[in-house]
């Protein structure tokens, strides 16, 4: 077994709904109501600097590959390009016609997706901003996106109570049927070959990609699960939702291996360090939390 030992408590001014390691472990950025993002030293615990730009909460943060960049999603309908290393606004991109509602970034740090309440999810590119694709056939809401590792997949969930697969290329989409509730968080495997969607049951269910089989069901969470993100090794996945609790899990066998109570209200952001020793998880308590990872006995 393992526990979640915290380490830092972050804090800003309103609730926090997105939280992101640099690719070399050193910052975390986040997201938050407050319309801005925190750049933080992560092992400090110390705040480096304070991002403003956007006209509403943010709700979506994730740096570019090469650490350099940084990529925010905002209710105000815009999603916006920053130097990390000095905080100046480069690019604002919108598009959307309603508040942005979700935010991801594809492993390989190219291709940047949004989904709305305006129904649609759209894809640009991280270097130019240029538009990919605009993926439209939910009829409510898009509450959650996740792109493949190359960008070239997209897997998303509606207020409409379904769970689809894009390509994103084509725009051709598929239901994966049996989906239950609606899909409030979503996450590729790294090798493409799996989804994790969480849901309004409390569950999170893991989905063969190529056919379509939901082939694993982890229960544990007491209402909605807001938030999933999965280890670079893909070895361990970690949930978030309404009940305040942050949980550790085995991706591989759906095994429960940790719990942490220490947050006060929902759970809306999730992010494993790029070493996988620890885990930042950001809450509408207005807190983010770091945690080390540890296995028991150790």
């Known amino acids: 077994m393992f526990s979640l030992q915290l380490v830092h408590t972050l804090t800003h001014p309103n609730a926090v709904y997105a939280v992101a390691f640099s690719p070399d472990g050193e910052r975390l950025a986040t997201a938050s109501l407050d319309n801005t993002i925190k750049l933080w030293n992560a092992k400090a615990g110390q705040e480096l600097a304070r991002l403003r730009g956007h006209g509403d909460g943010v709700c979506g943060v994730a740096f570019s590959a090469d650490g350099k960049r940084l990529f925010s ?31 991801a970034v594809s492993a390989d740090g190219k291709w940047l997706a949004t989904g709305s309440h305006d129904k649609q999810i759209r894809v640009v590119s991280a270097e130019s901003g240029s538009v990919k694709a605009v993926l439209a056939g939910h009829s409510d809401a898009v509450f959650s996106v996740a792109l493949s590792a190359d960008g070239m997949s997209l897997a998303s969930g509606g207020n409409d109570d379904s769970l689809r697969v894009w390509n994103v290329e084509s725009g051709k989409q598929r239901t994966l049927s049996g989906q239950d509730g609606v899909p409030q968080a979503v996450v590729f495997r790294h090798d493409d070959q799996v989804l994790f969607s969480g849901g309004s049951t409390g569950r999170i269910e893991a989905w063969n990609v190529a056919t379509g089989e939901r082939f694993m069901t982890l229960e544990g969470h007491r209402g909605l699960v807001k938030a999933v993100a999965i280890s670079l090794d893909d070895a361990w996945l970690a949930s978030g939702g309404s009940d305040a609790t942050v949980r550790l899990w085995d991706a591989k066998s759906g095994a429960a291996l940790a719990v942490a109570d220490g947050h006060k209200n929902v759970v809306y952001g999730l992010a494993f360090s790029p070493s996988g020793q620890q885990l930042a998880s950001a809450s509408f308590d207005r807190t983010i939390k770091v945690w080390n990872i540890v296995e028991a006995g150790r």
């Not at 209710?75 to 935010?103: K, P």
């Open 73 to 103: 999603a905002s209710l105000d309908r815009t999603v916006r390009f920053w130097d990390a290393t000095n905080g100046t606004s480069l690019t604002t991109v919108g598009g959307h016609a309603d508040y942005i509602e979700c935010f």
